[in-house]
C-alpha cells in the first residue's frame, strides 16, 4: 500500500498523514481517494490509509515506519513515567546521552513505589529491531526483571502491550541491546512488576532495520 502510493501517483506517505480530510486523484479512466484517518479508542490511538476505487474495492492500512537501522528515533517520542524522585524525570532516557553518573543529570529516578513504569509515546507507528538501554553506574539491579514492551495500546500506560524482552540484567553503566524482531508500535514501556520498587535509566534508544 505505502509503496504503491508513493510510487505509481507521486504522493508520499508523509504527505497523506497530512491531509486533513481527503484528496481526489484522476488517473486515466480512474479515480483515486485517499482519506486520512484517526481511530480512538480506549487502547489506542493511530492513523490508517483508506484506499476506494470506483469498483466500490476499500482496504485500509495502518500507516507502519521502518526506523532506520543506524538512527535512534526514541528522542523524537513523549516520555512519562509513574513518579518522579529526584529531579530524574522521564525525558532523561531520551536526551541522546548515555552517561551512567546520576549526578550528571542524565537518568531518570522515579519514586520508590509498586510497579514502577516509564514509558514513550512515539509520533508514529515504527518497525522495531532492537532496543537499547544503558544503566546506572551504582544501583544496577533495579532493572533487574525489568519488561520491555511495544505496541499500539496506550490504555494502562502501555502496560498491555505485547513483550518484547525480559532485563535479566545490565551492568553497571553498561548498555544492552533487545532484540524485538520487527515488532511494532509507537508506545513502548519498561515496566517493574514488583511490590516496591525504583525504576531507574540513563538512557534508552530504539532502532529498526
Known amino acids: 500500500m505505502n509503496e504503491a502510493i508513493s510510487g505509481k501517483i507521486g504522493v508520499t ?66 516520555a512519562s513515567q509513574s513518579s518522579t524522585a529526584f529531579l530524574g524525570v522521564a525525558s532523561r532516557a531520551v536526551d541522546g546521552n548515555r552517561d551512567p553518573e546520576y549526578a550528571h543529570g542524565s537518568c531518570t529516578h522515579t ?22 538501554i544503558t544503566n546506572r553506574n551504582v544501583a544496577s539491579e533495579r532493572l533487574n526483571n525489568a519488561e520491555i514492551l511495544i505496541g499500539n495500546s496506550l490504555e494502562n500506560n502501555g502496560k498491555n502491550n505485547p513483550r518484547c524482552a525480559v532485563i535479566s540484567s545490565i551492568p553497571p553503566g553498561g548498555t544492552k541491546s533487545f532484540n524485538c524482531t520487527g515488532m511494532t508500535g509507537r508506545m513502548l514501556t519498561v515496566k517493574i512488576s514488583t511490590s516496591y520498587d525504583f525504576l531507574t535509566m540513563c538512557e534508552l534508544e530504539i532502532y529498526g532495520g
Not at 543506524?70 to 523524537?76: G, I, K, R
Not at 519514586?111 to 537499547?132: A, C, D, I, K, Q
Open 13 to 78: 506517505v508523509a504527505d497523506v498523514v497530512q491531509f486533513k480530510q481527503y484528496i481526489n486523484i484522476s488517473i486515466g479512466f480512474s479515480k483515486f481517494t485517499f482519506l486520512r484517518q484517526e481511530e480512538t479508542r480506549t487502547d489506542s490511538a493511530f492513523f490508517f490509509v483508506c484506499f476506494f476505487h470506483i469498483s466500490n474495492f476499500k482496504a485500509c492500512t495502518p500507516l507502519v515506519y521502518p526506523a532506520e537501522s543506524l538512527e535512534n528515533v526514541a528522542p523524537e517520542g513523549i
Open 111 to 132: 519514586g520508590g513505589e509498586p510497579n514502577p513504569w516509564w514509558s514513550l509515546l512515539l509520533p508514529v507507528v515504527y518497525r522495531v529491531s532492537t532496543v537499547s
